[in-house]
């Protein structure tokens, strides 16, 4: 056990007096040096080797004074010599000696003078020998103590990791895999920490291999399982005569050695794979990240990314401090200068627990645990801050392992996630011994975390952690969508969904929400009526819940099915983070955007929200009066999925036609361009095919539309017998029955829903870069693909209703978004849309049908996660002034535009007052907007507002507007049949 930092100084002061007089190098190094270990307890002669022979750079042979491989090198000179050179001549042992046996520090003395280096900072320290006693904690590491800072994000959790994973290679390699490989490799894991943090001695696991292991590796796997034989037992319960190096090692318990493991085989490639984990400082990993980095060595692929779904602590922290973290923080600030007060605030500390229902390797368990402990600190230097010396520090440190509890549906993480919490106990630990100046370790394990393997959906939560007892519900349940689910998944969902209409559409994470919502008023059961159904738990005594969630469930349809079921049960939300880029520590980051949900029974006095200017960047808290299902500072609503629009008179929406064809009635440029050429006159069944994507980005498809064609005047086409046949066998080949039944009519597509008029066509997913999602006017000749929704029968009126500023807002507020994209759903935001009734005294803003659809329309390619460049102020606008144009029925003052440049009838001078109860209409100006003006969508600029039954009211603005809709035309090569109308241009 390591020396108190007390008594170390106590020596250190004693071992200056000593050797004050010392001078020689050769009559006195090697003395001075064991003197100098003993004043931190060192007496193993193991440890380091003296005149260590290594290869010198340059080839010749040397000697270094001593040597601890991977820890320390010391090079004495007698007193007066120069101690930089002595530094380069240590520097010159490096190339002989071994990698993974480097070390970290070297020293050089003179007798007078010491000088310490860290390779690792660069940092260097002198000091004279009668001060030795203010710079003993520059050998932590010597003494046993861990000085270095935890840092996630540091290159030693990769390294670690991998050469964990090369070792687990060569032992699976062998045949030794499962269960047992993965519990001797936890075992290992605990192994190589010890020896780096003090609960073995520095070295011991390391040098016992070395020293008691043949270098062929035959006997290694027969000797450790009797040092986990060892580890597991009892001082007093060994064997009388067992091995002294052996018998060193301390007895650990904890149940981590306690199961019996089939002896493991290895061979020298092995035992040098496990020699070189040796060399890791393990004081240096973090359990948090390292244990997700441990589990993916399991799986080659996704070691290639090792970490890809690995929570990162300040993400974490984004869940724990508003959750509880914040309000023990201000409290303590409250109480710390109050003796007794504060006294009561550590008992609370040690009441609190903390459940996981979904903890995979306890990254959320970690990082909470090591917080409290760190809170636990503070408490006590305040405790003690009047340089009172702690007589027995292990009663004083109440926080445990033993208040943290989860469930894991894979054996090895839940064991990892308990080594893991060993570990930060023992780091933490580490930091009061640092502290308080005497060394405290929980040697043996005598509390564990309870992490109960098992599938969370299916137990009850209950029987892990009564609620009653339970203070905080938290984690980061799995993200997998609704279409994405197993049938195992499905199927826990099914159970757990039972008596919530329209469960279906709820992405997997729902189901810990509505797991939580059970479990907080009193009950895990689906059953109401379930004779075990527990009695309800007091308000004031419901656990606060806080999860990571994928964004899907605040948006969309999910939002009504799953948010409607909680708010009956009473759950407020107490803060929440918007979307943000849920991001990680390791080399591959996964691009997932969540939300967090702090929520429970009982309502919160304040409630905040996070919002994210950028998805990236850093979150800005704000006060609510209220969050609501979407995440806004507004009251509980939300809309629910609807079939047809609020209004009966609003045109339906749909999707467009579905071909159901595995492509074999769609033509890409290539099979256009061969038909132009092979047999151009089965150009006329090739219409212009236009979805999202198409729309968005201005790329060119085509489909084989064969509505009301005669099956002879398909003969004379090989191409098109051709594709009819593919799509006839696709369909054959289904075990759908519905899509069996369309091989009767491989001519046609699957669902067929193209109109006869001119129709608006709204892409379903558009980038959430835009301030209005493009709109596109189509011709009946062009056909809608399912990936986009058609609006039939509408007119400008609802074109400028569905561009307006109010709508976009509305869709932003309840669509779906795919990532961060806008989804646009017809059930949710186009039925649920609050449309304006069209007074009396309107005039007509007139059919679509009117409106001539013969001019080219250019679109500059665009991606949807890209910046669009089809705003309005991006269209082509140097069309003809001598065409007509359309004006608004109430059309301003004439005169200059502030910022417009251009004196035109209809520009405003100044803005109007007046109330227009006439639809919105394409606007007037095709000049450029004004600087800094917004100018997207038909109607751009104007902000508009709903004024009861009376139509809109108008807010104008001081914005210019497009001079003219985009419209989609046929292209010129298009060779309608006899009695079809002809559009022009492309």
């Given amino acids: 056990m390591p020396l108190s930092w007390n008594e170390i100084k106590s020596r250190a002061l004693a071992f200056s007096r000593e050797w004050a007089d010392a001078a020689n190098e050769d009559a006195e190094g090697k003395p ?142 062998v045949g030794y895999q499962g269960r047992a490989l993965e519990i001797y490799l936890v075992r290992l894991l605990f192994c190589l920490f010890a020896e780096d943090t003090g609960i073995f001695e520095r070295g011991q696991f390391q040098a016992w291999i070395e020293e008691h292991t043949r270098e062929d590796g035959s006997d290694l796997g027969a000797l450790l399982g009797s040092l986990f034989h060892v580890l597991n037992t009892p001082p007093f319960e060994r064997l009388k005569n067992l091995e002294a190096d052996l018998a060193a090692f301390p007895y650990i318990n904890g149940r981590l050695f306690q199961d019996a493991l089939p002896p493991a085989g290895f061979d020298a490639p092995m035992r040098e794979a496990l020699l070189d984990l040796c060399a890791l400082d393990w ?54 200068k109050n003796k007794n007060r504060l006294f009561e605030f550590h008992k609370k500390l040690r009441t609190l627990t903390f459940f996981d229902p979904a903890c995979g390797c306890g990254n959320f368990l970690v990082i909470t645990y090591r917080e409290l402990r760190l809170l636990e600190l503070d408490v006590l230097r305040a405790s003690y801050n009047d340089g009172q010396q702690l007589l027995d520090i292990h009663q004083l440190v109440a926080v445990d392992v033993d208040q943290f509890y989860g469930i894991e549906i894979e054996e090895f993480p839940a064991q990892i996630a308990q080594v893991a919490l060993w570990l930060t106990d023992h780091q933490m630990n580490l930091k009061v011994s ?60 099914s159970d757990v969904m039972q008596r919530i209409a329209g469960a279906g559409v709820l992405d997997f994470v729902a189901a810990w929400y509505v797991k939580a919502a059970r479990y907080v008023v009193g009950s895990d059961s689906a059953d109401q009526n379930d004779p075990g159904r527990l009695k309800s738990v007091p308000q004031n005594q419901a656990p606060r819940c806080a999860f990571v969630s994928t964004n899907s469930i605040t948006q969309g349809e999910q939002v009504g099915v799953l948010w409607g079921w909680l708010l009956s049960k009473g759950i407020k939300i107490h803060f929440a983070h918007r979307t943000f880029s849920w991001n990680n520590e390791a080399r591959g980051k996964a691009a997932v955007h969540c939300v967090i949900i702090g929520f429970g029974r009982e309502d919160a006095a304040e409630k905040t929200l996070f919002e994210y200017e950028d998805i990236k960047g850093e979150a800005h808290a704000v006060r609510a009066a209220n969050i609501n299902p979407y995440l806004v500072d507004a009251p509980d609503a939300f809309a629910i999925k609807r079939s047809s629009p609020i209004q009966s008179s609003t045109p339906r929406i749909s999707y467009g036609s579905m071909p159901i064809d595995n492509g074999w009635l769609i033509l890409d440029a290539d099979d256009y361009a061969e038909v132009a050429k092979d047999e151009p006159a089965t150009l006329e069944f090739c219409r212009p095919y236009v979805g999202g994507e198409e729309f968005l980005n201005a790329s060119r498809r085509w489909c084989l539309w064969l509505v009301g064609v005669p099956p002879q005047a398909l003969r004379h086409s090989r191409f098109i017998s051709r594709r009819i046949e593919g799509c006839r066998d696709y369909r054959r080949s289904s075990t759908r029955p519905q899509t069996l039944e369309l091989s009767k009519t491989p001519a046609l597509f699957g669902e067929i829903r193209q109109p ?21 006017l189509l011709d009946p000749q062009i056909i809608a693909s399912g990936s986009a929704l058609i609006v039939p029968g509408a007119d400008f009126f609802h074109l400028g209703v569905l ?70 102020t991006d269209r082509p606008t140097d069309r003809p002034t001598d065409r007509p144009t359309d004006r608004p029925t109430d059309r301003p003052t004439p005169g200059r535009h502030r910022g417009c440049g251009a004196r035109r009838a209809g520009c405003p001078r100044r803005p109007s007052r007046r109330v227009a109860r006439r639809p919105l209409r394409p606007a007037h100006h095709a000049g450029k907007p004004p600087q800094g003006a917004s100018t997207s969508g038909p109607g751009g600029g104007r902000r508009l507002r709903l004024q009861g039954r009376q139509g809109w009211q108008r807010r104008p603005v001081h914005r210019c507007l497009p001079r003219r809709l985009p419209v989609y035309t046929l292209p010129a090569t298009y060779q309608p049949s006899p009695g079809r109308r002809s559009p022009q241009g492309w």
């Fill in 283 to 336: 004081s240096l990993i973090s359990p948090a990240i390292f244990g997700s980095l441990f589990q993916s060595i399991m799986d080659r692929e996704a070691r290639r990314n090792l970490g890809a779904h690995y929570t990162s602590e300040e993400n974490i922290l984004k869940l724990i401090r508003p959750l509880f973290l914040d309000e023990l923080r201000a409290e303590f600030e409250k109480v710390k």
């Fill in 803 to 872: 561009q307006s500023t109010m709508h976009m807002a509305w869709m932003r507020a309840v669509c779906g978004r795919l990532e961060s994209r806008y989804q646009y759903s017809a059930s949710i935001v186009y039925n649920n849309f609050p449309w304006p009734d069209a007074a009396s005294g309107q005039v007509s803003a007139g059919n679509l049908t009117d409106r001539p659809t013969d001019r080219p329309t250019d679109r500059p390619t665009d991606r949807t996660t890209d910046r669009p460049t089809d705003r309005p």
């Fill in 32 to 173: 001075f040096l064991i003197a100098f270990f003993e004043v931190f307890g060192i007496t193993n002669k193991r440890v380091a080797s003296f005149e260590h022979a290594v290869k010198k750079h340059g080839g010749g042979r040397g000697f270094v004074d001593l040597f601890w491989p991977g820890i320390l090198l010391v090079e004495m000179k007698s007193r007066g010599k120069n101690l930089d050179r002595a530094f380069d001549q240590a520097m010159d042992y490096f190339p002989g000696i071994k990698e993974r046996e480097l070390p970290r520090h070297v020293l050089v003395c003179d007798f007078a003078r010491f000088s310490l280096t860290d390779l690792e900072t660069g940092q260097t320290v002198s000091f004279a020998l009668a001060d030795l006693h203010k710079h003993v904690r520059l050998f932590g590491a010597i003494a046993g103590y861990s000085t270095q800072v935890i840092q996630p994000q540091n290159p030693i959790n990769i390294k670690a990791a991998e050469a964990m994973g090369r070792l687990h290679d060569r032992m699976r390699a």
């Fill in 434 to 493: 640092e502290e308080f100046g005497a060394y405290f370790a929980r040697i043996p394990l005598k509390h564990a975390a309870r992490i109960v393997h098992g599938n969370a959906l299916q137990l009850d939560w209950s029987a892990v952690l009564p609620p009653e007892v339970c203070s905080y519900l938290l984690g980061n349940p799995p993200f997998v969508g609704k279409k994405e689910q197993s049938p195992s998944q499905k199927l826990d969902m």
């Fill in 756 to 776: 006869n008029t001119p129709y608006l066509l709204l892409p379903k997913v558009s980038s959430e870069n835009r301030d209005f999602m493009p709109i596109g």
